[in-house]
């Protein structure tokens, strides 16, 4: 019988079950490609772990795998071999225990105990031994001196320097500098934002609930630039009867905005009520035009080419004017003539890297280079189905700017469309926005705005289109 099997001793000994939880969604992650923030919650809820054990599970799984670019180059070093030669399901332990020890206030003798632990119960005390020395080697120096080690030279390479003690490829720290114009500071700025574990952010059904209500029953506070968005402090949003009853959501200030600009963008004629969501799953932002449409007494059509997603469209909108069609949003055979589209783009994502940890990790420049197209097709069909005059609002939760100006300056210059400063559809009286540039489109930071980098930009149709 194999080690694994036989070593009872070990096997016995109780293993802690907020690290067991914290490494099976790890592991769900390398093997499966899973994502753990769908994951993590559900395990949660069926583990009946709640309160600080909650919040650590958390904190471990997320911190780790966001992480995880620099937890490796860290390993490597004080194992003396390349993760890639090391076993997979060690180095997801690992990897657990080296973010305990580097990133967290957890005592060194007890992320590596509970470390050992780990691989012991399955592994037996050979791979234990491996794990033990490799994290005892790490505990010996703090975050920074490592860094200081292994990053490049501040001087020499600012960006690799950066990129790697913030845990970023250096690629999309390369992206977020071109979008930042360069500035150094700027960049060194944004990357720790986005390394930083985000606040949840609640949206208040206009119509349903107030913000100052939701701040209320939810214990969060009021959001700075949305006047539907709530702060939560922590814990889990779906646990909230507000939320299970539909009268609140689960969405980021950034997004809330960019429905906002949609609902608020001026026309060049009456508004007849006709607002359509060209990519509308999996319903976060078609929730919230579709309550927005009822107050002003519009209808919106909602365009999805998953039938999976368009389901969830239907019940995050009903009994709300809302119609939702499965199609492909490059041709989806509707009656062109809209006030108002929307065109919430398929992108990479590097915008929301820290909601989504182990999606840095995951992505590649060929990624963006992929979509572009996709881009540019349903930006000159939104402009094509919108009327004379009529708005359209394309976003992306990408501060890349082939993804966003580059995207956008290309349909214009083909088609004939005209930019309008969106600056203005984003921002309500009382709240204090932070600046937004020269606009003409808008491009939100979390560490300016504490948003998602979301991009959006206000096109008019002019009468005839090119």
């Known amino acids: 019988?194999?080690?694994?099997?036989?070593?009872?001793?070990?096997?016995?000994?109780?293993?802690?079950?907020?690290?067991?939880?914290?490494?099976?969604?790890?592991?769900?992650?390398?093997?499966?490609?899973?994502?753990?923030?769908l994951l993590l919650p559900s395990l949660l809820r069926e583990r009946r772990l709640g309160g600080r054990d909650a919040a650590l599970a958390t904190e471990l799984t997320y911190g780790t795998a966001r992480a995880q670019g620099l937890l490796d180059a860290v390993i490597t070093d004080a194992a003396g071999r390349p993760v890639g030669e090391i076993d997979p399901r060690l180095l997801d332990v690992l990897r657990l225990g080296a973010y305990q020890l580097l990133r967290t206030r957890i005592e060194p003798h007890a992320a590596v105990s509970t470390s050992v632990d780990l691989v012991r119960a399955e592994d037996g005390q050979g791979p234990a031994g491996f794990v033990n020395a490799v994290l005892r080697k790490i505990s010996q120096r703090d975050e920074q001196l490592?860094?200081?080690?292994?990053?490049?030279?501040?001087?020499?390479?600012?960006?690799?320097?950066?990129?790697?003690?913030?845990?970023?490829?250096?690629?999309?720290?390369?992206?977020?500098?071109?979008?930042?114009?360069?500035?150094v500071g700027s960049l060194q700025a944004a990357l720790a934002a986005d390394d930083a574990r985000p606040p949840v952010h609640l949206v208040a059904r206009p119509g349903q609930i107030s913000a100052a209500e939701l701040a209320l029953v939810s214990g969060g506070t009021e959001g700075r630039l949305s006047p539907y968005c709530v702060y939560l402090p922590g814990g889990d949003p779906g646990r909230l009867e507000v939320v299970r009853e539909g009268l609140a959501g689960v969405q980021d200030e950034g997004s809330q905005l960019v429905a906002?600009?949609?609902?608020?963008?001026?026309?060049?004629?009456?508004?007849?009520?006709?607002?359509?969501?060209?990519?509308?799953?999996?319903?976060?932002?078609?929730?919230?035009?579709?309550?927005?449409a009822e107050i002003a007494g519009a209808h919106l059509d909602a365009v999805e080419i998953s039938e999976h997603r368009a389901d969830l469209i239907r019940s995050v909108t009903a009994d709300l004017p809302v119609e939702v069609y499965v199609a492909d949003g490059r041709d989806p055979g509707l009656a062109p003539g809209y006030d108002r589209v929307l065109v919430d783009a398929p992108c990479s994502g590097l915008g929301s890297l820290r909601r989504r940890p182990e999606a840095r990790w995951r992505r590649r420049p060929s990624d963006v280079d992929?979509?572009?197209?996709?881009?540019r097709d349903l930006l000159t069909s939104a402009l094509a189905l919108v009327r004379p005059g009529g708005a359209v609002v394309y976003s992306t939760c990408s501060p890349h700017p082939a993804e966003t100006t580059g995207v956008v300056e290309a349909v214009c210059a083909a088609t004939g469309a005209e930019f309008v400063d969106a600056r203005g559809f984003?921002?309500?009286?009382?709240?204090?926005?932070?600046?937004?540039?020269?606009?003409?489109?808008?491009?939100?930071?979390?560490?300016?705005?504490g948003t998602d980098a979301m991009f959006l930009a206000v096109l008019r149709r002019p009468a005839q289109l090119s």
Not at 370 to 375: R, V
């Open 1 to 37: 019988m194999n080690d694994r099997r036989s070593n009872r001793k070990f096997r016995d000994k109780p293993i802690d079950q907020v690290r067991t939880t914290a490494l099976e969604v790890l592991r769900a992650v390398r093997e499966r490609d899973a994502y753990a923030n």
């Open 146 to 183: 490592w860094i200081d080690d292994l990053a490049p030279s501040i001087v020499d390479d600012p960006i690799g320097h950066l990129a790697f003690s913030y845990a970023h490829p250096r690629w999309i720290a390369e992206v977020f500098a071109e979008a930042l114009g360069g500035s």
């Open 260 to 292: 906002l600009a949609l609902a608020r963008a001026t026309l060049d004629g009456p508004d007849e009520g006709r607002w359509l969501d060209l990519c509308a799953g999996p319903g976060g932002k078609a929730a919230l035009l579709g309550s927005l």
């Open 370 to 375: 992929e979509l572009l197209p996709l881009q």
């Open 426 to 449: 984003v921002q309500t009286e009382g709240l204090d926005f932070p600046a937004l540039g020269p606009g003409p489109h808008v491009q939100l930071w979390p560490h300016l705005h």
